[in-house]
């Protein structure tokens, strides 16, 4: 649904050198007045304030990272507006964390200025469009993505790359490239002894958490009556461990672990090697199936990455933590607030 959060406290007007499909996106924000001007600037209820304005056609977790870089190297840093085409969820959350105003061509809104507060989201009706010929950090590009944010501080070469994210040499310098594009790594040193090392290691995760996308992905709920003494993870743990089930716990359970924060648990997720039918891993693990009350779901990938750079902690495996981030985001039930505890507290960025 559309939904409005608040009324405006007092008239808004945007005067910019938008250009005319600009000028329709803002025009279409209720209750928000516009004019085309030399100088950009803010009107609220008659006092001006100084405006800078960035249109773009598509505005992803990059792009709405390097708005919010260029504007804190200005000292002055006035309000900001950026005017798209599209935006990206990721982006948009980006945006406004940083005080950043946005109105796009899909309705979507964030305007918060002294005196004024829009907030407008709109419907997602179909996934974002892909760049064709643009190399997106999904799949094993994704796995190099992970492998650079496992070591931020590293200086990387396109071999070295190659061989931690067990990727080929031109794949990892096609995402190095990418990434030196879009101003997320910085290289240093000439063709043949090239190193890169990471810029903005926050708009890395988030680029890859908005592009990443796992193939043949399998849900599978179950109920799992747990030893005498152990939880549900303990007990699927052992099981698993017992079974030569590679797996990795992750989402909400695994995030609330490693930062506590929600205190009450959706049923632990683990990710499981897709070489196992639901049935065999049911019949390893003495567990039964549960389309309600389930305690415990296991998933599976066709190609097993998602249980890349897996390790183990007190005893029981994890996903890695930024695998964990991803997953704990998806899920419906206050995952986004753990999530995002997880990265002030463990991650860091």
Known sequence: MTEKTDEMAHPLTI????????????????AVAVAHAPVPRLRVDGKALNLTVEQKRRVGAAEAWNVVRTLEQDAKRPAALVVADRTTAVARRILADHGVGYVDGHGNAHLVYPGVYVHIETPRKQAEPRVVGELRLAGKAGIAAQALLLEPQREWRVTDLAERAAVSVGLAHAVLDRLERLKIVEAQGGQRARARTIADPAALLDLWTEENRDRGVRRLGAYLLPRRGADVVQGAEHALRARDVDHALTGVVAAALLAPFVTTLPAATF?????????????RLGAESADRGANLVLMQADDNLPLAFADERDGTRFANVFRIYLDALADPKRGREQAEHLRREVIGW
Do not use: H, K, S, T
Not at 15 to 30: F, G, H, N
Not at 271 to 283: H, I, K, Q, S, T
């Open 271 to 283: 990710w499981v090697d897709a070489g196992f039918p639901g049935d065999e891993l049911l019949n």
């Open 15 to 30: 005067e910019a050198p938008l250009d005319p499909q600009a000028m329709r996106i803002v025009r279409a924000v209720p």
